[in-house]
Every structure is written in C-alpha cells, then in structure tokens.
C-alpha cells in the first residue's frame, strides 16, 4: 500500500504564499488521481484541487485562480502551490487518492496571520 505523507505547512501572513508537498513512498502512479483536501476548526473536510494521473486539474471554486496543483511522478509528489493567502484558508491540509478511501494522514497545518 502507498503512504502519502503532507509536509510544508506554516505560519503565513495573509497575501504571502505557501508550496505544500504530498510525498508518496511507493508508485505515485498507482493512484488514478490524487487530491489535496483541508479541514478548518468547526468545518467539514473540504476538496481543494485535484490533479490525475495524466496531470489533468480541477479546483475548488475558493482555489481558482490562486493555488496550482501539480506533480512529479518521477520523484513521486504532488505539490499544491498555494499564493495570495487569506484567513480563510487556514486549515490542516491533506492529500489522499481520489477519490478518498481509507484512514487519512497526519495533514500538514496552515495557519494565516492578518
């Protein structure tokens, strides 16, 4: 089984941008797509972008225009490129096989100061 593990969170200012990395230790490729996903305090897990096997995308409608899905399948990640941050965005981030099954990693915590 793939693992996928988020890392790249932090403390931002609002308008600052961040790169966030999902490492899979195994065949990234395994996976018909992969997605980034977050949680804010009190909300429900959303879907932020998605990106296939063959690097096609699909974004939130609150992502558009300001984050990049992307992937390297050779060093077997996908990244999400996040800039003009806002407060909103705030939230623990994770990636997962899309669509999502099984239990869900650690995440990686995304916090913005205005």
């Given amino acids: 089984q793939v693992q996928l593990v988020e890392s790249g969170g932090g403390l931002v200012q609002a308008g600052w941008s961040l790169r966030l990395t999902c490492a899979a230790y195994g065949n990234i490729n395994s996976f018909v797509a992969?997605?980034?996903?977050?949680?804010?305090?009190?909300k429900q897990r959303e879907l932020v972008a998605t990106i296939t096997r063959g690097g096609s995308t699909t974004y939130a409608d609150s992502?558009?225009?300001?984050?990049t899905i992307s992937r390297?399948?050779?060093?077997?990640?996908?990244?999400?490129?996040?800039?003009?941050?806002?407060?909103?965005d705030a939230a623990v981030y994770y990636c997962s096989e899309y669509p999502h099954l099984?239990?869900?990693?650690?995440?990686?915590?995304?916090?913005i100061s205005s």
């Fill in 63 to 67: 992502a558009k225009d300001r984050f």
């Fill in 102 to 111: 099984g239990t869900w990693g650690q995440g990686t915590q995304v916090s």
């Fill in 72 to 88: 390297d399948n050779i060093q077997n990640t996908v990244y999400l490129q996040m800039n003009s941050l806002r407060p909103d």
């Fill in 34 to 42: 992969i997605a980034w996903y977050r949680q804010a305090p009190g």
